[in-house]
Every structure is written in C-alpha cells, then in structure tokens.
C-alpha cells in the first residue's frame, strides 16, 4: 500500500520529506500552488505523483487556482454551472492537456461538491465532468491510468439506498482505473469515534476493489491505519488538521475573521493518536519511561529538549508524524488476514499503553484513546462481513 | 445556589479578594487552558500558584480542565456549585487519583473542601514561569488564609 502526501499550506515540509524517501507520492493542490511553479518541479517530484484539480466549487478563485488553464473563469469570466453545458469539452481538454504536460502517474477527472447534493448531482457529474474527459482520452488514443475523483458525504456511508447509489456510479464508469476518495469529515472530534461510519467506510473501499478498482484515499489522518485493513491501494499523509480530514471551507474565499490556533500535537504510532504536547510536561513528570510511548526520528531529540518552542505552526512535529506514519503503513502485512490480525494486536497494545498512561494523567477526548474501543469494533464486524 | 456561572464568579471573586487578599488573576489566558482564578502567595523564597475552576454542574469537564491547570499550578481546584455537591463527591477518586482538589462554594460558607491536592510542583516550569512574570512586584507578598487551601 502506498502513501501520498496530501498538499497544502507549507507544502515544502511533504516535498523535503519525499525527498528523504518518505512517502509514495504527492498529491497537488493546485489553491496552493501556481501552476508554473508546478510545471517546474522536477519530473521526480511529479512522475510518481497526481494532481487534484479540485473544481470543487467550479468558479471560486481561492489561492492559485485561477493560474490553471482549466479554471473555469479563464474559459469565460463569471463561469457559472449553466455555461459546463457548452464548456464541458473544452474544460476536459484543458485538465487532460495540463497534466499530461507534468507526465503524473495518473490523470484526475474532477468533481464538484454540493452542501446538499441536488438529485441530479452524479448525472451532472458523469455529463459535465467523466463523459468529457473519457471521450477527449479516447478521441486521442491516450493510454493512461485515470482515477475519478468522489467525495463520499456520511449521508452517502450511512443510508444505504445513498451508498448504492454512488457506489453503483463510480462501479458504471469502467474506463475509470481508479477512484481518487475523499470522505468529508465533519465529525466535532480530531479522532472518528463513529462505529456505522467507520464499518461503512471499511465495506465502501471493499466493494471497490472487489470491482477491480484502484482505491486512492485523499485526507485521511490516523484512521487510515484502520482503514488499511479494507486493502486500499493508497492513503494520504498531511501536515495541518485540514489536510487531514477534508471539509469545504479550505476550498472558500472567506474572509479571514480571528481563528484560534490549535494546540501542537505530537503523533505517536504507539498510542495511535495525536497528543497535546502540553501533556508531555506531565508525563515528563509522572511517567519515567514516558519517552518510549514516542517513535525515535531524526526530529525528536529537538523536540524533546525542554527549550523547544512548541507550535502548530512548526515542521518537526509533522515531518515527524510523515515519518512515522510512513513506516508504520509500510509495516503492514500484505495479506488481508494478517494484516487485520496486525492492526487489531496494534490497536490492544495502544489501549494497554492509555491504561498505563490514564493512571496518572488525566488526558482529554482528543489526546486519549477513546477511539481506540470503536475502532476494534469496528474491526470485529469487519472480520464478519469477509466470512 | 447560583444560576450562571457568570455569577458564581463574580460572588468568588468576591470571597478571593475577601479571604486571600488581592493575589489573583482572573481568567489568566496563554496556559494549557484558562483557569477562572488563579491565586499567588509568596512565602519566604516560594511563590505558590493555586488555579480554581468553577463550573455548576460539569464536574469531569471540570476535572479535565483542573488537570491541565497542573502545569503551572502548585494546587488544583474544583470548585463545585452546592447543587452539584453530590455528584461530584460521588466520584472523590478520581480527584484524588488526579491530584485534583474539590470544593464547593456558596456566598454564605465560603469554601467547604472534600479533597485538599497534595502539594506539587507543577509539571511546566515554562508555564509558571509566565504566570510568575505577570506578579506585580508590589503583589508579592503571602496571600492570607493559605491553610484553608494548602496543607
């Protein structure tokens, strides 16, 4: 299974890290990177790699996006979704044209998101989007591999004439090799602690691959080690929570209002979770051998000297994290079987760790391992569903 | 018993002011969390931090928050509305485990305390440290009552 680097802001700290072999690929994100700049990357950075060409919201010139050929607004000012019926072709040829120039390892049809899906959506998504870009590779005799792009709502997880529905879109697109999937996550927690959800999740990926597809997963934090277990073909590493779990707002124009900044937050694939590193003066303090609940990486010997200025905004605790994580996915067995048996004696193993550590500290929702029950639920009913 | 926590502080800072002198900051922001009060007394070479959370009725929340206040405090206080006096009290082990006092407050009895923390250093020099920064010189000095608080 390989692992992307999900781009955004300070998009460097994945490309330096890649560049220090960790990781698969990247993923490119075109709001925060011109598309210039792109095309002069090295062939390095870009042949094991693809782009998210992220029309999302089709004419919202957020960041760089507007540098693309394809932006909408470059084909017509004010673009608007009538105009995908006389531009849907040109659109296609423009995405199509600009990737195949940086030579990705895969080309990306694009989507739109909708806060509330019109009944027509995956109708206009084939017409104005996949049937386009199809026809154009096939117009060309262009040979090469392609994954649509969805973004699965919970909506589409939980109520499952929905999940039929998308599923038996993406399935009816056999030119497609793969999917590019995102699963919006509007969850109040840093960790899904939803059981439906996360079984949801586990089945929607099986059914894709039982279908011979290619399943690339796009924003996914932790729970991509539990998602693992579902054999999808990649999962995405990220540096900002937004680049970890995926809602629109990253993707809106909006005008910038005070935003509280988050706590810095140290990964450890020990404990399968992120904690506040204002715990680790705790644990400091409570714990003796509290070091070895944290993976050793070329960061934390900084990060562990009591002068260390600890700030989301920093690049150790997120190269670490690329890091860990990277080795971590790339410890799994490769057989299903093993692979779940691995994750779950993982997962009991973190939950002995919490134990040892709740004793004496007393670690909030987000830094605890309240998940971690669910998610072993989770794998449980997983087993059962492969029976 | 109060009916907002917004007046269950304003009748504590009342009782601070009244029984600890005026060693305090109200709502200290820029710590692992905002603790409601928190009191400093200098004793001979010591400045002792003492955090309270008040809150009505969440007590875990409560204990959540109280526990982070250990980073820069020396004590940790919960401080309870009677109503939920019960409850809290129901669950005395996990503050004790946690190193974590309990109190409740009304205007007429002050603080009646179920569980006094042991006192300890806190667990971030860094964060007490600001805390220490922000004493006024002319304020370092022993708040009164201490005992009621500190063993």
């Keep these: 299974m390989k692992v992307y680097h999900q781009l955004g802001f300070r998009y460097n700290w994945n490309i330096e890290s890649f560049m220090q072999q960790v990781g698969d690929g990247l993923i490119f994100s075109p709001i925060n990177m011109d598309a210039e700049v792109l095309f002069q990357k090295v062939d390095a950075l870009k042949e094991p790699s693809f782009l998210d060409p992220q029309l999302y919201l089709l004419n919202e010139a957020k960041g760089d996006l507007d540098t693309y050929p394809f932006f909408p607004g470059n084909l017509i000012p004010d673009f608007e979704t009538t105009d995908l019926d006389g531009y849907s072709n040109i659109l296609a040829e423009k995405c199509i044209n600009y990737q195949l120039k940086n030579n990705f390892k895969y080309l990306v049809v694009p989507t739109r998101y909708y806060d509330d899906n019109p009944s027509t959506y995956f109708q206009q998504c084939t017409n104005y989007f996949v049937r386009p870009f199809f026809k154009n590779l096939g117009d060309r005799s262009i040979n090469k591999s392609t994954l649509l792009s969805v973004i699965v709502k919970r909506i589409m997880l939980i109520d499952t004439e929905k999940r039929n529905e998308v599923l038996n879109w993406i399935t009816g697109h056999r030119q497609a090799n793969g999917v590019y999937l995102i699963f919006e996550n509007d969850f109040k927690t840093k960790q899904i602690k939803d059981f439906d959800y996360l079984l949801n999740v586990l089945k929607f990926i099986k059914v894709l691959k039982v279908n011979g597809l290619e399943v690339h997963l796009g924003y996914t934090n932790t729970e991509a080690f539990l998602y693992s277990i579902a054999m999808p073909d990649s999962i995405s590493i990220g540096s900002y929570e937004n680049l970890r779990s995926f809602g629109i707002k990253r993707f809106q124009d909006l005008e910038k209002g005070p935003v509280r900044s988050p706590n810095a937050r140290l990964y450890s694939s020990k404990l399968l979770q992120w904690v506040d590193y204002q715990y680790i003066d705790a644990m400091k303090d409570l714990i003796p051998h509290y070091e070895s609940y944290f993976d050793d990486s070329e960061y934390k010997p900084l990060m562990f000297k009591p002068d260390f200025k600890w700030h989301f905004a920093k690049s150790e605790p997120y190269k670490h994290y690329f890091f860990v994580f990277d080795k971590q996915m790339k410890s799994l067995p490769v057989a299903q079987i093993e692979r779940i048996e691995f994750v779950r004696m993982k997962m009991e193993e973190s939950i002995e760790i919490f134990r040892e550590i709740q004793n004496v500290i007393y670690l909030d929702e987000n830094s605890d391992g309240s998940h971690l029950p669910t998610w072993l639920n989770v794998i449980k009913s997983f087993q059962k569903s492969l029976i | ?151």
Aim: one cysteine or more; a positive charge; aromatic letters at 16%.
């Design chain 2, 1 to 151: 018993m109060f009916s907002t926590e917004a007046e269950m502080s304003i009748c504590f800072e009342k009782y601070l002011k009244k029984t600890f002198g005026n060693n305090y900051f109200k709502e200290y922001s820029g710590l692992f969390g905002i603790p409601d009060f928190v009191l400093y007394s200098k004793q001979e070479k010591h400045t002792t931090i003492v955090s309270f959370e008040l809150k009505l009725t969440n007590w875990k929340r409560a204990a959540l928050q109280a526990f982070r206040y250990r980073s820069f405090s020396h004590l940790c206080y919960v401080v309870m509305d009677e109503k939920s006096k019960n409850a809290a009290s129901r669950n005395i082990d996990l503050f004790k485990q946690y190193n974590i006092g309990l109190a409740t407050f009304t205007p007429d009895n002050g603080l009646q305390i179920f569980f006094m923390p042991e006192f300890k250093p806190p667990f971030s020099n860094t964060q007490s440290q600001k805390i220490l920064n922000a004493i006024p010189r002319r304020g370092r000095r022993s708040a009164r009552s201490m005992k009621l608080i500190c063993a």
